[in-house]
C-alpha cells in the first residue's frame, strides 16, 4: 500500500471516491458535482486530501481541515471524510489513512486530530483503537437552509 498527498493530477482517482463516500452518507451519486468541489480544494490548498494505493489503485482517501483551538490558541485538523472502497475494507486502509493524518499533525507540532462520525458509523471501534477518544462535550450546528 502506498499512501500519497493528493494533487491535481489525481484528480481522475479521487473523484470516484469521494462520490462513494458521498453516497455511502446517503447522497445521490454526482461524479460531475464532485470534481469541481475537489478540484477547487486541490486548487486553493485549503484542505489536505491523502489517496490510499493498492498496486496503482485508489482505494481510499481522508480529507484533512485546518482548524484551531482558541483556548490552547493551536492549530488542529479536522478529519472530515474517511473512506475505504467496499471491496477493500478490513485490509488496515483506513488505519493506514488515519495514522497518515496523526503523522502530518506530529509534524507540524499541530494540537490534535478531531472527527466527527454517525453514532450508527461501524468504523467507531477503529477511531478508539488507534486512540480518538470520545468527547463528552455537547456539539450543536446550525443549518442555513
Known amino acids: 500500500m502506498k499512501i500519497i498527498k493528493a494533487e491535481l493530477q489525481h484528480l481522475d482517482d479521487l473523484a470516484p471516491l469521494f462520490d462513494g463516500y458521498r453516497v455511502f452518507y446517503r447522497q445521490p451519486s454526482n461524479i460531475e458535482a464532485v470534481k469541481p ?22 482505494v481510499g482517501f481522508t480529507h484533512l481541515f485546518h482548524s484551531f ?13 474517511l473512506y475505504v472502497a467496499s471491496n477493500h475494507r478490513k485490509k488496515g486502509i483506513g488505519v493506514a489513512l488515519m495514522n497518515e493524518a496523526k503523522k502530518l499533525c506530529r509534524e507540524l507540532d499541530y494540537k490534535g486530530v478531531g472527527l466527527q462520525t454517525e453514532t450508527s458509523n461501524p468504523a467507531q471501534h477503529l477511531y478508539e483503537s488507534l486512540g480518538w477518544e470520545i468527547d463528552k462535550d455537547l456539539q450543536y450546528f446550525w443549518t442555513s437552509k
Open 69 to 81: 483551538s482558541s483556548v490552547s490558541m493551536q492549530p488542529l485538523f479536522i478529519l472530515n471524510d
Open 37 to 58: 468541489f475537489l478540484i477547487e480544494r486541490l486548487t486553493n490548498q485549503d484542505t489536505i486530501l491523502y489517496i490510499a494505493y493498492i498496486n496503482d489503485e485508489a
